[in-house]
């Protein structure tokens, strides 16, 4: 299995920035995405980024403009850069690679890290 770790996340104020790591234990040979999503008591997880096999980024309107999704192959790490944070923000953010194929393990699968708690407050 492949293991996600996430860092990065804490307390912000409005208007500042945090940017969110997450390396993966394992080479990922291949995938279908990659994205961070977060979440937020009572509601549902919402997704915030998304990169595709081919190199395409979108980010639903909420974020467009503000964050940037970036992936470092050699370090197995994705990125997640927040800017002009606002208190709306405020959620568990998870990154995820979804239809991954990884050396030693048959078929694709999908990965979720742990979460990281982003608070944006004054």
């Known amino acids: 299995q492949v293991q996600l770790v996430e860092s990065g996340g804490g307390l912000v104020q409005p208007g500042g920035s945090l940017r969110l790591s997450c390396t993966a234990s394992?080479?990922?040979?291949?995938?279908?995405?990659m994205g961070w999503y977060r979440q937020s008591p009572g509601e549902e997880r919402e997704l915030v980024a998304l990169l595709t096999n081919g190199g395409a980024t979108n980010y639903p309107d909420s974020v467009k403009g503000r964050f940037t999704l970036s992936r470092d192959n050699t370090k197995n790490a994705l990125y997640l850069q927040m800017n002009s944070l606002k208190a709306e923000d405020t959620a568990v953010y998870y990154c995820n690679i979804y239809g991954a194929t990884v050396a030693g393990i048959l078929g694709s699968r999908s990965y979720w890290g742990q979460g990281t708690q982003v608070t944006v407050s004054s």
């Open positions: 394992r080479s990922i040979f291949s995938f279908a995405s």
